[in-house]
């Protein structure tokens, strides 16, 4: 059964930049599609991007991809040996208050998650 | 302002049958398939029907979905309070080149 264990700073100032690192236990890193959601206090769910390896654990071309909105702050890396991957998103404000939650995407183009790591309350 | 819209409530009592509406686009919804999520107070979401009507190992069949053009539903039959959650929408849209969600529907059991 896979497992997700996501960790990271969870008080930031403005400016600074989050950075959060999911690992995932009990499955396979290659073929999936390794997503950051993020979920302001109170509020719906936002697709942050992902990142993609191949059947064969290599990064994919044009292997990541992030919501327009974010507007080039984030950056989604991954480490096949760990079994990691992280996100990285610059210049906070006060609107990236929220609980960060990494998940893995089943296959591309279709917004099916599972399973998600339990979320990361991120504070700016 | 999310690009899928859901009512933001619903409400039921015990052993009634519920349903929430989640209403896109040409872009999202009616191009490709819908998933459903049920968040619990406190915890992550987890993914409640896949595919606009599959329910993953262990998902009651007390819940199931559809889709019609541009709108997709959740229906939940026996609706226990444990069913007491947010549920949210989602799918790809081809317009971000992104996964949409909708706002979310708060569902009280009475």
């Known amino acids: 059964q896979v497992q997700l264990q996501q960790w990271g700073t969870g008080l930031l100032e403005p400016s600074e930049t989050l950075s959060l690192t999911c690992a995932v236990y009990?499955?396979?890193?290659?073929?999936?599609?390794w997503t950051w959601i993020r979920q302001p206090p109170g509020k719906g769910l936002e697709w942050i991007g992902e990142?993609?390896?191949?059947?064969?654990?290599?990064?994919?071309?044009?292997?990541?991809n992030y919501n327009p909105s974010l507007k080039s702050r984030a950056t989604i890396s991954g480490d096949t040996s760990k079994n990691q991957f992280s996100l990285k998103l610059s210049s906070v404000t006060a609107a990236d208050t929220a609980i960060y939650f990494c998940?893995?995407?089943?296959?591309?183009?279709?917004?099916?998650?599972?399973?998600w790591g339990h979320g990361t309350l991120v504070t700016v | 302002q999310s690009v899928l819209t859901q009512p933001p409530s619903a409400s039921g009592t015990p052993g009634q049958r519920v349903t929430i509406s989640c209403s896109g686009g040409?872009?999202?919804?009616?191009?490709?398939?819908v998933n459903w999520y049920q968040q619990l107070p406190g915890t992550a979401p987890k993914l409640l029907i896949y595919?606009?009507?599959q329910r993953p190992s262990g998902v009651p069949d007390r819940f199931s979905g559809s889709k019609s053009g541009t709108s997709a539903s959740l229906a939940i039959s026996g609706l226990q309070s444990e069913d007491e959650a947010d549920y949210y929408c989602?799918?790809?849209?081809?317009?971000?080149?992104?996964?949409?969600f909708g706002g979310g529907t708060k569902l009280t059991v009475l």
């Open positions: 998940a893995r995407g089943i296959i591309r183009v279709s917004g099916r998650f599972d399973p």
């Open positions: 009990g499955g396979s890193f290659s073929g999936f599609y």
């Open positions: 990142i993609n390896y191949d059947d064969w654990g290599n990064e994919s071309r044009n292997s990541t």
């Open positions: 040409g872009s999202n919804i009616g191009r490709h398939t």
């Open positions: 595919r606009n009507n």
């Open positions: 989602a799918a790809w849209d081809d317009s971000l080149n992104g996964v949409v």
